[in-house]
């Protein structure tokens, strides 16, 4: 039996943020997390401040993805994005890569790691890059 990879669904981050924005961008995240463990990548290559308000969008979104036993993922998050998540200890309950490829990448090498150790029954999912 082949093993198919889950969905995983790529998200533009906007350049700035405000309490509008991030409920907007919240209920249109709510599409691609809504599914049972849900692989989401948040492009943040547009992002020009990364301050509370962006923190804290950002932990809605894992927070919505681990109740449905999924993960997030930040790709391309700029220097002082980067030193802004450190400041505030958010960088260790992410993982960030560099361009959203790799995050992409990173989903399907850990289905590839369960297969290889748990067999092909570890499931059967389906890999597509949705971009937004």
Sequence with gaps: MALR?????????PETMNGQQS???????????????PCVVLDCSRVRQ???SAIHLLLCCLE?????NG????A?????????LERFGVDRLFS????NQDAIDSFRQRALYAQWH???????????????
Aim: overall charge positive; proline content about 3%; charged content about 25%.
């Design 5 to 13: 990879m889950r969905t995983v669904s790529v998200k533009q981050l």
């Design 23 to 37: 409920r907007a961008f919240l209920r249109e995240l709510e599409g691609f997390v809504s599914r049972q463990r």
């Design 50 to 52: 990364m301050d509370r």
């Design 64 to 68: 919505e993805a681990m109740k449905r």
């Design 71 to 74: 993960d997030v993922r930040l």
């Design 76 to 84: 391309a998050v700029p220097p002082h994005g980067r030193w802004v």
């Design 96 to 99: 960030i890569f560099h361009t």
């Design 118 to 132: 748990f067999g092909a029954s570890a499931g059967s999912h389906e890999v597509s890059q949705n971009a937004a």
